[in-house]
């Protein structure tokens, strides 16, 4: 499973730090693959945030959080980080996990095929 934390009520301006962690069984049995982030604000689809491929060696960010957002994984923790710099109200969310075990990257990833979900966790950013 995937469980995501670190949201919150945030100031325009401020900083978050999400993480999500993985675990149990199909996460002891196949080695971790690609992971990203995704948001979804109320009355709207969700979105892309970004990816970091298996070996960390790549990321991929949506236009809107370039500069703002990192993206970043510890793989002895099973752990996967979006550290969120200058947000902005629009920014507000549920933002929610996802990976899959695969080796290699692939452009389906930002359009959301990705076989493991977390539930995500709230992030507001006030005016």
């Known amino acids: 499973q995937l469980q995501a934390s670190g949201g919150g009520l945030v100031q325009s301006g401020g900083s978050l730090r999400l993480s999500c962690a993985a675990s149990g069984r199909t996460f002891r049995n196949n080695k971790l693959g690609n992971m990203g982030w995704f948001r979804q604000a109320p009355g709207k689809e969700r979105e892309f945030v970004a990816v970091i491929t298996s070996s960390g060696s790549s990321t991929v960010y949506a236009d809107f959080v370039k500069g703002r957002f990192t993206i970043s994984r510890d793989d002895t923790m099973n752990t996967l980080y979006l550290q969120m710099n200058n947000l902005i109200p629009d920014d507000t969310a549920v933002y929610l996990c996802?990976?899959?075990?695969?080796?290699?990257?692939?452009?389906?990833?930002?359009?959301?095929?990705?076989?493991?979900w977390g539930k995500g966790t709230q992030v507001t950013v006030s005016s």
């Open positions: 996802a990976a899959d075990t695969r080796d290699f990257y692939t452009n389906v990833i930002p359009r959301g095929v990705m076989p493991y």
